[in-house]
């Protein structure tokens, strides 16, 4: 059963160009959503997060939009750079849960020159 | 500040072996969440831990045990190891055990279990 979902195992797109990856939820009782990079060898990295009462957060170049009656996120990056290839995780928790993140397959990324 | 460190960073075991996962977690840290990483089922929960309770659990079988100690390190055991245990096993920190609190990764362990 699986509660988030990436459908798309990867993405390449045009340095300059926008990415945009896309996540899906089953469980309404999440809450709280995030985004993580991960490079080969290294542990996820925190990249953006946003709470169920927003629908919108930025930070630079990535931003993520949440559409709670869809349970449907993405994550925006513009412009897309080189260094963005990466593997990128959408996970999501609830309250109740404490620390407890329910990750995605994950998206590769990969951003062309 | 140093970063959340993991040993060993590989580990090469055989079937019906148990093996032990230390994990330091960023100093001031009090919680501690542990995963697994394989190709086919992404990234799973396994436990999380604060103030040396474990207070959740993932869906993994009795084989996959942990504990944390009062500096707040925590070690996870596995014990008869099967060979679909082969897997990229990460540990996180945050300050709090609280949702929204921003989790920290280690680099992980790669375990091999042949």
């Known amino acids: 059963d699986q509660q988030v979902k990436q459908n798309s195992p990867s993405l390449s797109v045009q340095e300059g160009r926008i990415s945009i990856l896309n996540c899906d939820y089953t469980n309404s009782m999440f809450d709280y959503f995030l985004w993580y990079k991960k490079y080969p060898a290294e542990g996820p990295t925190f990249l953006i997060s946003i709470s169920s009462i927003k629908d919108k957060n930025e930070d630079g170049r990535f931003t993520v939009f949440l559409n709670k009656s869809a349970k449907h996120l993405s994550l925006h990056i513009v412009p897309s750079q080189p260094g963005d290839s990466a593997v990128y995780f959408c996970?999501?928790?609830?309250?109740?849960?404490?620390?407890?993140?329910?990750f995605g397959q994950g998206t590769e990324l990969s951003v062309k020159p | 500040k140093a970063g959340v460190t993991q040993t060993p960073r590989y580990l090469i075991k055989t079937r019906g072996q148990q093996v032990t996962l230390s994990c330091s977690p960023i100093s001031g840290h009090r919680s501690v969440s542990w995963y697994q990483q394989t190709p086919g089922q992404g990234l799973q929960f396994l436990f999380e831990y604060f103030s040396e309770t474990q207070r959740n659990k993932g869906n993994f079988p009795g084989r996959f045990s942990g504990r944390q100690f009062s500096n707040s390190r925590s070690e996870m055991n596995v014990s008869t190891l099967e060979l679909g245990d082969s897997a990229l096993y990460l540990c996180?920190?945050?300050?709090?055990?609280?949702?929204?609190?921003?989790?920290?990764f280690g680099p992980g362990t790669r375990l091999t279990v042949l």
């Open positions: 996180a920190s945050s300050f709090e055990q609280l949702s929204y609190n921003e989790q920290f």
């Open positions: 996970a999501a928790s609830a309250t109740n849960q404490g620390g407890k993140l329910i």
